[in-house]
C-alpha cells in the first residue's frame, strides 16, 4: 500500500460549517457538537469507509445532511490545502494523505526505519509476536488501549504482515514477518524466549480479563 493510500489518523480541528451545521444538545444537556465536528470525530478513528446511511443513523439526522456535510468538509479541505483528503471510496468516506503529499510521507515512514521503537510498538510488537495470528481488537484487549496506529506502523516497517481473517469474525489477522526474525536473530518463533519467568503469579485470571 503506498503513502497515498495510507489512512490519515488525526484531522486537525473542524473547518467550518454550513446550514447544516446547527448544534443541539447532547443527552447531558450541554451544547452537543456540530455536524461537521460529528463526523470527523468518528471518521479520525475508523479502518475502512464508512457509509453516509451509518453515520446518518449514528448521528440520528437525515443522511442526505449527512452527505452534504462531508462533500463541503472534503471541499473545504481541498480550498484549504491540508495534507489529508476526505474521499468517498468503496461505499463510504475516510482520510487519506492527499496525493501531493505522499514523497514526504514515503520518505518519512523510510527513514523511520532507522528509529527505535516506542514503548508502545515494542508492546504491541510482543503481543503479535506471541500471541499470533492476532487481530487489532484482541491486540487492544491485551493492552487495554487502541493499538490500530501503532499496528500500522509495525507493518510498515516490514515487522508485522497480514495472516488471513479470523474465519468467524472475518478480522484481518497479523504475525511477525521473516524480517521481524532476522531483527532478533531468531531461526523461527521457537527460539522466543519463554514468558513464564516474567508472568505473574495469577497469569490465569489476567488471561480471562483479556477475553
Not at 476526505?86 to 527513514?111: I, S
Not at 472475518?170 to 524466549?193: C, H, I, M, N, W
Request: charged share 25%.
Amino acid at each position: 500500500m503506498s503513502a497515498v493510500d495510507e489512512p490519515w489518523d488525526e484531522p486537525g480541528p473542524p473547518l467550518g460549517g454550513g446550514p447544516e451545521e446547527e448544534a443541539g444538545e447532547d443527552p447531558d444537556g450541554g451544547p452537543a457538537p456540530s455536524l461537521s465536528a460529528a463526523l470527523e470525530a468518528i471518521l479520525m478513528v475508523v479502518d475502512v469507509p464508512v457509509p453516509e446511511v451509518t453515520l446518518a443513523q449514528v448521528l440520528e439526522r437525515p443522511t442526505h445532511e449527512v452527505a452534504a456535510a462531508l462533500r463541503s468538509l472534503a471541499a473545504e479541505y481541498t480550498e484549504a490545502g491540508r495534507g489529508f483528503d476526505l474521499r468517498e471510496v468503496a461505499g463510504g468516506w475516510r482520510y487519506y494523505t492527499r496525493a501531493d503529499c505522499a514523497p514526504l510521507v514515503e520518505r518519512f515512514v523510510r527513514d523511520g526505519q532507522q528509529t527505535r521503537l516506542t514503548q508502545a510498538a515494542l508492546e504491541t510488537l510482543a503481543v503479535v509476536a506471541y500471541r499470533q495470528p492476532v487481530s487489532r481488537a484482541r491486540v487492544a484487549a491485551v493492552r487495554g488501549v487502541n493499538s490500530d496506529g501503532v499496528m500500522r506502523t509495525l507493518v510498515a516497517r516490514g515487522l508485522v504482515e497480514e495472516a488471513g481473517t479470523d474465519p468467524e469474525s472475518q478480522a484481518v489477522l497479523y504475525r511477525t514477518s521473516s524480517y521481524f526474525l532476522e531483527r532478533l536473530g531468531l531461526k523461527d518463533l521457537s527460539e522466543l524466549p519463554e514468558l513464564a519467568p516474567f508472568l505473574p503469579d495469577d497469569v490465569e485470571n489476567l488471561e480471562e480479563t483479556t477475553k
